[in-house]
């Protein structure tokens, strides 16, 4: 019975890995539960072995975006010098290679003008992810301790955020890599 438990639990995993990606890289309106289980190389009918619905599962998919989101930003900041935490956080989400990957990179910014549109279950899962990136954003803040840390990580990272949703938006890539050098630079200005 252990080795069965185990083999759902690590099929559940998987599924909900490639919706992970799967919404990131369409939106919710555009993943498909027949198209997520083709690509983790499931019936569409084992579905419902693993879920309740559709809702179920792009909830646990928004949570494990969220959760990837911020386990790659504390590990980015944990490996960078000490005081450069932040910078290393605002260059790491700025990049050309964030703008040009949303399947992998944060869900807030791939997702964020759908998520009005979500059931409850899945916009509960979106904001514990919010939560945390501006608790991880306010620890490497240098007004970390102060009473204005959490303010300022949330201004922090709505302008990353922002800036990262008006890169991937236009088609120019001059302007998209102006737009993420410019508010690198006033970010990294502010933090100084």
């Not at 890995?17 to 990131?24: F, T």
């Not at 890289?25 to 019936?43: C, F, N, Q, W």
């Not at 990272?157 to 993420?180: F, N, P, Q, Y």
């Amino acid at each position: 019975m252990k080795s069965a438990t185990t083999r759902k639990e690590t099929t559940h995993a998987r599924i909900v890995e490639v919706a992970a990606r799967a919404i990131r890289r369409s939106g919710y309106d555009g993943t498909g539960v027949a198209d997520i289980m083709k690509e983790a190389g499931l019936t569409h009918g084992g579905f419902y072995a693993h879920f309740a619905d559709r809702n179920a599962l792009l909830a646990e998919a928004a949570g494990l975006a969220g959760e990837e989101a911020v386990a790659a930003s504390a590990h980015i900041a944990a490996s960078a010098p000490p005081g450069k935490a932040l910078e290393a956080l605002l260059k790491a989400y700025l990049s050309k290679e964030h703008v040009d990957h949303p399947e992998s990179g944060c869900p807030l910014a791939a997702l964020g003008s759908e998520m009005p549109r979500q059931a409850p279950e899945v916009r509960r899962a979106a904001t514990r992810g919010i939560k945390e990136m501006i608790d991880l954003v306010a620890r490497q803040s240098p007004a970390w301790g102060s009473p204005h840390a959490h303010r300022d990580a949330m201004v922090t990272l709505s302008t990353m955020l922002g800036c990262l949703v008006l890169a991937r938006a236009v088609d120019d890539e001059h302007l998209a890599r102006s737009l993420t050098r410019t508010v690198l630079r006033h970010l990294s200005d502010q933090d100084s």
